[in-house]
């Protein structure tokens, strides 16, 4: 009787184990064990938030997320993919395909549609795409994909189309990198920047091709140690640092290196602009090896930057300092190829160009020329000719 006992109370323990080994192991969670159709009709929101949270309570060292290539999930309301989880590292293999609502939901202003908040150590990878239905929200205020508050973050290969307002968001995050992106929307689609960017430190965006109705990549207010490398913009609104400083803002942005990057039929190039009133600064920063295809503004200071009619001359602004540019080559469509309008209660300081050729499209027979207004720096082989810098 006792070993009987004894034997199923080994039993069951062996049992015990194996399960919990299995389940330790079993670190993949495929949304469609979840409950999501696939179908492009069914609403697999509840699905998709459903198997994340069991993906989140895992404690396997990598447990995956599971998009599978070949279906298209209709995630008809905003999903918040929250951690922190409990392994210091998860990834999402993102192979399908998401689209979003014929029609908008009821939601908050800057609401977005897939947020992964306060996950540490995610992978993202798979070639899968993202399709906003944008066309019908963009009135609304809501973004594609928000990343907030994700330390050490990686984003391989995605695609997204028609995002309802910005693409991506980075907020909050401290390392992270993007590469292998495309990002499009119509050009004439209000809002829907490539990539935005606030309060991150030490992000790197490479090799990503971006054709929106605005800014590529805007960097804003809280970020620092931003590299972004073998990006292809246009059309669009080009890479701006900014807009900063509305409404009497401090900002503070620095160390931001953009590097072998082409622009094509975009609006701008190479962009900082900064609201009358604001304080801080935006300092540090690099634009160099640069291809430009038919660009309006292809560089382009701007501290009176005001998209409304009239904006007030407030006398502050943010200053901008230590800006190189450097190795430009290609057309504008504006014969004002270069405009440095600063401040003039804050100077722009250490603006220097260097290496630059850009010129009329019609085989440089139209003169281009440089606008200059408080910009101090100096500049060399700069084609057209900047008067204002030494
Ligand atoms: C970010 O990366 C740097 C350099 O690799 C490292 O020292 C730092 O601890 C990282 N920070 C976070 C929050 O991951
Ligand atoms: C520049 O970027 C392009 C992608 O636009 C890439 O193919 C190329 O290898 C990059 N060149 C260098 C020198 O990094
Ligand atoms: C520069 O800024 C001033 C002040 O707002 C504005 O009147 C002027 O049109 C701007 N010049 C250019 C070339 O943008």
Same mark, same amino acid.
């Given at each position: 009787?006792?070993?009987?006992?004894?034997?199923?109370?080994?039993?069951?323990?062996?049992?015990? &184990? +194996?399960?919990?080994?299995?389940?330790?192991?079993? =670190?993949?969670? %495929?949304?469609?064990?979840?409950? $999501?159709?696939? *179908? /492009?009709?069914?609403?697999?929101?509840?699905?998709?938030?459903?198997?994340?949270?069991?993906?989140?309570?895992?404690?396997?060292?990598?447990?995956?997320?599971?998009?599978?290539?070949?279906?298209?999930?209709?995630?008809?309301?905003?999903?918040?993919?929250?951690?922190?989880?409990?392994?210091?590292?998860?990834?999402?293999?993102?192979?399908?395909? &998401? +689209?979003?609502?014929?029609?908008?939901?009821?939601? =908050?202003?800057? %609401?977005?549609?897939?947020?992964? $908040?306060?996950? *540490? /150590?995610?992978?993202?990878?798979?070639?899968?795409?993202?399709?906003?239905?944008?066309?019908?929200?963009?009135?609304?205020?809501?973004?594609?994909?928000?990343?907030?508050?994700?330390?050490?973050?990686?984003?391989?290969?995605?695609?997204?189309?028609?995002?309802?307002?910005?693409?991506?968001?980075?907020?909050?995050?401290?390392?992270?990198?993007?590469?292998?992106?495309?990002?499009?929307?119509?050009?004439?689609?209000?809002?829907?920047?490539?990539?935005?960017? $606030?309060?991150?430190?030490?992000?790197?965006?490479?090799?990503?091709?971006?054709?929106?109705?605005?800014?590529?990549?805007?960097?804003?207010?809280?970020?620092?140690?931003?590299?972004?490398?073998?990006?292809?913009?246009?059309?669009?609104?080009?890479?701006?640092?900014?807009?900063?400083?509305?409404?009497?803002?401090?900002?503070?942005?620095?160390?931001?290196?953009?590097?072998?990057?082409?622009?094509?039929?975009?609006?701008?190039?190479?962009?900082?602009?900064?609201?009358?009133?604001?304080?801080?600064?935006?300092?540090?920063?690099?634009?160099?090896?640069?291809?430009?295809?038919?660009?309006?503004?292809?560089?382009?200071?701007?501290?009176?930057?005001?998209?409304?009619?009239?904006?007030?001359?407030?006398?502050?602004?943010?200053?901008?300092?230590?800006?190189?540019?450097?190795?430009?080559?290609?057309?504008?469509?504006?014969?004002?190829?270069?405009?440095?309008?600063?401040?003039?209660?804050?100077?722009?300081?250490?603006?220097?160009?260097?290496?630059?050729?850009?010129?009329?499209?019609?085989?440089?027979?139209?003169?281009?020329?440089?606008?200059?207004?408080?910009?101090?720096?100096?500049?060399?082989?700069?084609?057209?000719?900047?008067?204002?810098?030494?």
């Amino acid at each position: 009787m006792k070993s009987w006992r004894f034997r199923n109370g080994i039993l069951a323990a062996i049992l015990f &184990v +194996i399960l919990s080994l299995a389940m330790l192991g079993s =670190g993949s969670f %495929d949304v469609t064990s979840y409950g $999501a159709v696939g *179908d /492009g009709k069914t609403d697999d929101s509840k699905a998709f938030q459903d198997a994340w949270a069991a993906l989140c309570q895992s404690s396997s060292s990598q447990p995956t997320l599971q998009i599978p290539r070949g279906k298209t999930f209709l995630v008809g309301s905003p999903v918040s993919f929250e951690g922190p989880c409990k392994s210091p590292s998860v990834s999402v293999k993102w192979a399908g395909t &998401v +689209i979003g609502p014929q029609k908008t939901w009821k939601g =908050g202003d800057g %609401d977005s549609w897939l947020e992964f $908040a306060n996950v *540490d /150590g995610l992978s993202i990878s798979g070639n899968g795409k993202i399709y906003g239905q944008g066309a019908i929200w963009w009135k609304t205020c809501s973004g594609a994909l928000r990343f907030r508050s994700c330390n050490r973050l990686r984003v391989l290969g995605l695609k997204s189309a028609d995002s309802p307002r910005n693409h991506i968001s980075i907020t909050n995050c401290i390392n992270a990198t993007f590469s292998n992106l495309k990002l499009t929307a119509p050009e004439d689609s209000p809002n829907t920047d490539g990539i935005d960017i $606030a309060n991150s430190i030490n992000i790197q965006i490479s090799n990503s091709l971006m054709a929106t109705g605005d800014d590529c990549i805007a960097i804003n207010d809280g970020t620092s140690h931003v590299k972004i490398t073998g990006l292809t913009c246009g059309p669009g609104h080009g890479i701006s640092v900014g807009s900063l400083g509305k409404e009497g803002d401090e900002a503070v942005v620095e160390n931001i290196y953009v590097k072998n990057c082409t622009f094509a039929n975009t609006d701008n190039g190479a962009r900082i602009k900064t609201w009358q009133g604001g304080s801080g600064f935006a300092r540090k920063i690099t634009y160099e090896d640069i291809q430009l295809d038919n660009v309006r503004n292809p560089i382009l200071i701007d501290q009176y930057y005001c998209p409304h009619q009239t904006c007030a001359n407030k006398g502050k602004a943010v200053g901008i300092s230590d800006v190189w540019f450097s190795n430009f080559q290609g057309t504008t469509v504006d014969r004002s190829a270069i405009t440095l309008n600063c401040s003039n209660t804050v100077p722009c300081t250490n603006i220097n160009l260097n290496n630059i050729k850009i010129t009329a499209p019609t085989n440089g027979r139209e003169e281009v020329f440089a606008i200059c207004n408080n910009a101090y720096g100096k500049s060399s082989d700069t084609v057209p000719v900047v008067s204002c810098l030494k």
